[in-house]
Nanobody, 115 residues
């Protein structure tokens, strides 16, 4: 059974930074696609950042230049470094693992950007 556990969320002021982590219970294979999605109140879930096994990344336009996704397969962990945070980044952030066409989700971690 695949389990993903996010951590690192919290309350931060505009312009601040947070680093989210997603720890997988099993091995993250090099063929797994990993990613971060988010869902703000009253809105649908949207893709924030994706990273392939080969290290290719894709970001939502709204976070380009501010967020960085990375993965450490040896630690079975994926990270999302978030800088220059804005109030509109406030959302629950979910970790995704896509393996052999099947999506697995974490339980989410709340990020609140407010002064």
């Amino acid at each position: 059974q695949v389990q993903l556990v996010e951590s690192g969320g919290g309350l931060v002021q505009p312009g601040g930074s947070l680093r989210l982590s997603c720890a997988a219970s099993g091995i993250i294979y090099s063929t797994d696609v990993m990613g971060w999605y988010r869902q703000a109140p009253g809105k649908g879930r949207e893709s924030v950042a994706i990273i392939t096994g080969g290290g290719r990344t894709n970001y939502a336009d709204s976070v380009k230049g501010r967020f960085t996704i990375s993965r450490d397969n040896a630690k079975n962990t994926v990270y999302l470094q978030m800088n220059s945070l804005k109030p509109e980044d406030t959302a629950v952030y979910y970790c995704l693992r896509r393996r052999l066409g099947v999506d697995y989700w974490g339980q989410g971690t709340q990020v609140t950007v407010s002064s």
